[in-house]
């Protein structure tokens, strides 16, 4: 599902979509359904990335194995 809306969110953004708005930090102001969401550890340095310019966020991470 978050690859489904993550494609969507790009496609609106390509198309110029006013959906797509997104404020001055970066984050969209109308499709803020789900959370950004990493897939680790391919999107590792992206996660990253992102947990530097905002380190004050709440980050919920799901533990291994499926717990």
């Given at each position: 599902m978050v690859k489904n809306i993550?494609?969507?969110?790009?496609?609106?953004?390509?198309e110029g979509n006013?959906?797509?708005e997104k404020d001055?930090?970066?984050?969209?102001?109308?499709?803020e359904v789900v959370p950004m969401t990493y897939i680790?550890?391919?999107d590792y340095t992206i996660?990253?990335?992102e947990?530097?310019?905002?380190?004050?966020e709440m980050w919920i991470?799901?533990?291994?194995?499926?717990a």
């Open positions: 993550k494609r969507y969110r790009r496609e609106l953004e390509k006013p959906l797509a001055e930090k970066g984050d969209f102001l109308y499709m680790l550890p391919g996660f990253v990335e947990f530097r310019r905002k380190p004050d991470m799901k533990p291994t194995a499926r």
